[in-house]
């Protein structure tokens, strides 16, 4: 039984049937208003929410932690009791009002201002009061916590051991500097020995760079963390190593010769007994041979034939055995790690506080510098503090919840008497929705929120609950406290979740026109994530226009009703998966529309476009980018005027000197890239993108085909990131589009569009996260049907004990690395997220003032944590009509200059002779190259232009070239120190370099256990990298084969391969290298005379070889497949 403090209700919750509440007053009186909303009399209810607000007012001497929820003015209690402060005696100056963003402050200001120009006009106290606060209002203390942080250190300088004269840096030259401090610092690790070998050492045990670039960035950015981690380092594992030749034997001794050859079972215990004696042959490096072999620690065993082995007896033996040693040389794996990662943690903590240190003295701090700063400062010295109290009276922070501990912490030294250690009271004003706490991965914590609210209490501090909303309808409330009661719950556990209070109507909106709350979609079935998302993109949008098209009705704050217009519609979306699927169907419905939330920005097709563009023009290299930005509106040529191009032999290299002999759009669009290529030195990168919009006219053309602003909004978002981006020291167009890449991977708060363009008439598509702190008339909810992503980073904290873990690498292929409870803590992570998602489902619904429209599509396989799923479980469907499936074709919205005709050009094109042309020129330029695998479908080994350098090389990624070109230079009896060094080298020259582990893997394995390179070790001669070129008819056959090897019974062909698949897909995998393999032996046999015997398909991921066939076979489909291409050429 619990009672919550707002209703003085009794409130009993039952979570084992329909998770139903049953609600009674105290007096016993009961109520049938429908779908659960509590019994208290609503007169009752206002009388509560009247004496809470006056509460605020007036007790002013006592401390207020005030629980608010959505819509029941958290800000307006803020301004009442600022204003309440001012009209008590207090002068505007010796207040801080403390809120979460440079724009709710402005706004706080704003409403501040106003609360105290009524307050003269009601005579309620002195108007020279009032007039004094006025006149000093630009001068209080208004603000983030950030600003506020500035103000006291330009005071205290000195002590916080900074530059007087510093400078608070933007996020981009934050970011741009610690880059660059982190490359120097790794360029100088010669120097720091203990630094270099610990990093040595965790490089071979598997860790890679961008690895630990990762721990250095995220630890930059959690500064509370330093300090921790400086004086209680996680627990380490101690390595502890099994006899390994017991295990060999232990091995040896099992009845293994009994199985098929192709047997699982057999397959992974000769794995295993390969890395035993590989460890023991191994003894300077064992560390590192491990971890190459780690995959075979945790490989499932798949299912084995009993009756082949000699009954089950016989396997469970010998997956016990098998199972024993694998576990123990993983426990050994895991210890050596949990100690090189410690060790590497160490170095990384060192350099974070050192480049921390090196920011105060050269006076270029960060947001975060801000805080740790004052917190630092605060704590070492008291006459900070007492200079701090003296100068403040009053500190009101809002929006509480979103605090971080830093800034509790500053909070609670400011309101805490520094001789008796107690909270004073009247210091310290707090209100917050615990509820809509959704930014964690902001340092925002429930159990910070928790034991805050808890100190407090305890320091006597009152903690009243407002409870009456004034923003939405009550039939949205009814809805609301239905689903969201048994969903965040009572707050058992208050670290997690707090308890669920309910909100009431204060609004008392009549009926409108149209539905109040209503759902659509529901269980899709057998279909695909994809097809969901345009199903429910699809219908999302066609309510949108149904809402205007069947007159639902809107309330002005006046209260004046009106038809709705599309601009009274914002669309929430969780994450921007269900994004691109959104904007095909605005577009497929003419319907305008805008992205505003900035996260979602950078994933919109006009950004991703002009990235393309950007990075084509940055490196002549890339031919993805290339070919993008070539089928962009930048350019606009089809698939077929590619394919043409292609066809007739043109280069994608736009620095190809045939290209000037090249005519036609692709040709055109490929001189304007090779002209910004050589211009892009001689101008600022804001300046290269604007002159490169404005030239390919991009903005013109998104208005004319789509009729709004996007374009225009788009475009001039990446000008003025490029401008943020430069805006510190010139920096380079690679730089740029790469930052850019990684911001699009980020949680990022900044909005783009927000408030601008408020005179079109389009809907809005908005993150629930940029959504927070709004409210629209109609409020659709998407993109539900997904479950979340459980993302936390590499450091884990119990901010309850105080206890931290790391970890870091993949979980998959068991190559992560683990320090502390990592186990334990990301347990408590999960439940963290789960419960943080669901409260974002809370902020997502309350943004709604007059109909609520929720979504649930979602797959019939969806996971039980997606949004749909748990409130369909919750009550969703059961207190709210469902929207029919709409079919109708939109026509509400018509294409902007749709009845303009174009005027004509000076010379017409004319079709006939373009065809002619084109006709003549197709058939006068036949495709007289090709290859092995292009013909193979794989395009691995395609012949490059020599102004391609750069493009050289093997495999059809920068993995597989990376191997093959490591295999290629190393002997086949290569030690592990220059496999290694090898591997990293080539990583690092394909741009990979947070992949050398892998690479590196990948090599050891096809040099110390592949049976083909214990054959060429054995064999007469073994060539590598053979080139063999073959004519037929008016074509050539040209290609490099990988290893030939020459045998008594002829030439063996052996091809590497690195697909990443599992061993049981091989066989499917190798189907589609037939025809390659047969162009392999029909060039070799035709270039050299000599008989092809065997081919060797080496798939180094799976460790598996294998052939697809007899070469005769094999030579005769892929003879007849080279003819058919012939003639198709010709």
Not at 87 to 97: D, K, L, N, S
Not at 247 to 258: F, G, K, N, R, T
Request: hydrophobic share 40%; net charge negative.
């Amino acid at each position: 039984m619990i009672t919550t403090e707002s209703a003085r209700v009794a409130v009993t919750w039952r979570w084992r049937q329909k998770r139903t509440i049953r609600l009674s007053c105290r007096g016993g009186e009961s109520n049938k208003r429908r779908w659960g909303r509590h019994s208290l009399a609503q007169a009752d209810q206002e009388a509560e929410d009247r004496a809470t607000r006056e509460r605020i007012r007036t007790c002013l001497r006592d401390t207020l932690f005030v629980e608010a929820g959505a819509g029941t003015g958290k800000t307006s209690a803020l301004v009442d009791r600022v204003v309440a402060l001012v009209q008590g005696g207090r002068a505007i100056e010796r207040v801080v009002a403390i809120t979460f963003t440079e724009k709710a402050a402005a706004e706080l200001r704003d409403r501040v201002r106003a609360g105290l120009e009524t307050a003269r006009e009601q005579q309620s106290t002195s108007e020279t009061t009032i007039a004094e606060a006025l006149a000093s209002l630009d001068r209080a203390q208004i603000s983030t916590i950030h600003s506020f942080c500035q103000s006291l250190l330009y005071s205290y300088a000195a002590e916080a051991g900074i530059d007087p004269s510093f400078r608070v840096q933007d996020e981009v030259m934050a970011g741009r500097r610690f880059q660059e401090r982190w490359r120097i610092y790794l360029e100088n690790l010669a120097e720091d020995q203990e630094a270099g070998s610990a990093i040595d050492r965790a490089l071979g045990l598997g860790l890679s760079t961008w690895h630990i670039e990762t721990l250095a960035v995220e630890l930059s950015r959690r500064p509370d963390l330093g300090t921790l981690l400086q004086t209680s380092s996680p627990q380490e594992g101690v390595p502890v190593w099994p006899d390994l030749e017991e295990m060999s034997a232990a091995l040896e001794s099992l009845p293994v010769q009994v199985a098929p050859a192709d047997d699982p079972l057999l397959e992974r215990v000769k794995r295993l007994a390969s890395l035993v004696n590989e460890l023991l042959r191994s003894d300077a490096d064992r560390e590192s041979t491990l971890a190459a072999g780690a995959e075979v620690l945790t490989t499932p065993w798949g299912v084995s034939n009993q009756q082949a082995w000699g009954g089950k007896q016989t396997i469970e033996r010998v997956r016990s055995v098998a199972s024993d040693i694998a576990c123990r040389l993983n426990e050994t794996l895991h210890a050596c790690r949990s100690q090189a990662l410690a060790a590497v943690l160490h170095v990384v903590v060192r350099f974070v506080i050192a480049d921390a240190g090196q920011r105060a003295r050269d006076g270029a701090l960060t947001f975060d510098d801000l805080i740790l700063l004052v917190r630092d400062l605060l704590r070492s010295n008291p006459e900070a503090v007492g200079s701090l109290r003296e100068r403040y009276e009053v500190m009101l922070i809002d929006e509480f919840q979103d605090t971080d501990p830093l800034q509790v912490e500053i909070a609670l030294a400011f309101a805490t008497d520094p001789e008796s250690g107690a909270l004073e009271p009247g210091r310290l004003f707090l209100v917050g929705d615990p509820k809509q706490s959704i930014y964690r991965f902001r340092r925002a914590d429930m159990a910070i929120y928790s034991q805050t609210r808890g100190a407090v209490g305890a320091g006597g501090a009152i903690i009243p609950v407002l409870a009456l909303n004034r923003r939405s309808r009550g039939i949205l409330l009814d809805w609301v406290n239905a689903v969201f009661a048994p969903l965040i719950g009572p707050g058992w556990e208050q670290d997690i979740q707090p308890e669920y209070r309910p909100i009431y109507d204060g609004r008392h909106a009549g009926d409108f026109a149209g539905p109040g709350v209503a759902w659509v979609g529901g269980d899709a079935g057998e279909a695909n994530a994809r097809q969901v998302r345009e199903t429910e993109a699809a219908q999302v949008v066609a309510n949108c226009i149904a809402a205007v098209e069947e007159g639902w009705q809107v309330a002005e704050r006046d209260g004046t009703v009106r038809p709705a217009s599309f601009s009274d519609i914002a669309v929430l979306i969780p994450t921007r998966a269900i994004l691109p699927a959104l904007e095909r169907a605005f577009s497929d419905a003419a319907l305008p529309y805008r992205v505003e939330s900035g996260s979602l920005i950078y994933r919109t097709q006009e950004v991703r476009d002009l990235l393309n563009c950007l990075t084509a023009i940055d490196d002549p290299a890339d031919e993805v980018a290339i070919v993008a930005s070539l089928r962009s509106v930048a350019f606009a040529c089809s698939d077929v005027e590619l394919a043409e191009y292609k066809a007739a032999g043109g280069p994608w290299n736009y620095l190809s000197p045939v290209l000037s002999e090249r005519q036609g759009r692709v040709a055109d669009g490929l001189r304007t890239l090779a002209a910004y290529h050589e211009a892009r030195h001689d101008c600022s990168v804001a300046a290269l993108v604007d002159r490169f919009v404005a030239k390919t006219q991009q903005v013109e053309i998104g208005i004319l085909d789509t009729g709004n602003r996007n374009s225009f909004r788009r475009a001039r978002f990446v000008v003025e990131q490029a401008r943020a981006f430069e805006a510190s020291e010139p920096a380079s167009l690679r730089a740029f589009v790469n930052w850019m890449e990684s911001r699009a991977g980020e949680a990022i708060l900044d909005n783009e569009g927000a408030g601008l363009d408020d005179d079109e008439d389009a809907v809005r598509v908005l993150t629930i996260h940029g959504a927070k702190g709004l409210e629209f008339p109609i409020v659709f909810v998407a993109g539900l049907g997904t479950a979340p992503v459980n993302r936390p980073g590499a450091y884990l904290i119990d901010r309850s004990t105080s206890e931290i873990g790391v970890c870091i690498g993949s979980k998959y292929g068991n190559r992560s690395f683990k320090l502390g409870p990592v186990d334990r803590l990301g347990d408590l992570e999960k439940r963290h997220a789960q419960a943080e998602y669901e409260r974002l489902l809370y902020v997502a619904t309350t943004r709604a003032r007059d109909h609520l429209i929720v979504s649930l599509y979602h797959a019939k396989r969806a996971q039980n944590t997606c949004g749909a799923r748990k409130l369909i479980e919750h009550g969703a469907t059961d207190h709210a009509e469902k929207r029919s499936q709409l079919t109708r074709e939109a026509k509400s919205a018509k294409r902007a200059f749709e009845d303009l005709e174009p005027d004509p050009t000076e010379e017409p094109a004319d079709r006939e002779f373009e065809e002619s042309r084109r006709e003549l020129v197709a058939g006068a330029t036949v495709r007289r190259y090709t290859s092995a695998t292009a013909l193979g479908g794989q395009n691995k080994d395609e012949k490059r232009d020599e102004s391609e350098p750069w493009a050289r090389g093997r495999g059809g990624t920068r993995l597989g070239r990376a191997v093959h070109a490591a295999i290629q230079s190393l002997a086949f009896d290569a030690e592990d120190a220059v496999i290694s060094a090898f591997a990293r080298a080539q990583a690092v020259a394909e741009a990979i370099p947070h992949r050398a582990a892998d690479v590196e893997r990948l090599v050891r394995w096809v040099l110390h256990s592949s049976q083909a390179v214990e054959r060429a070790r054995s064999a007469k001669r073994a060539l590598r990298e053979v080139p063999f070129a073959v004519q037929v008819d008016d074509t050539v056959l040209e290609g490099f084969i990988d290893l030939v090897i020459e045998r008594d019974d002829g030439i063996e062909i052996v091809d590497w391969k690195t697909d990443q698949i599992a061993p049981e897909a091989v066989p499917e995998r190798l189907r589609e290298y037939e025809t390659q393999a047969g162009l392999y032996v029909y060039g070799l046999e035709a270039a050299t005379g000599r008989r092809v015997s065997a081919v060797t398909y080496v798939f180094a991921s799976a460790q598996v070889e294998t052939s697809p066939g007899d070469p005769r076979d094999l030579s005769s489909t892929a003879q007849r497949q080279l003819l058919n291409a012939g003639s198709t050429a010709a």
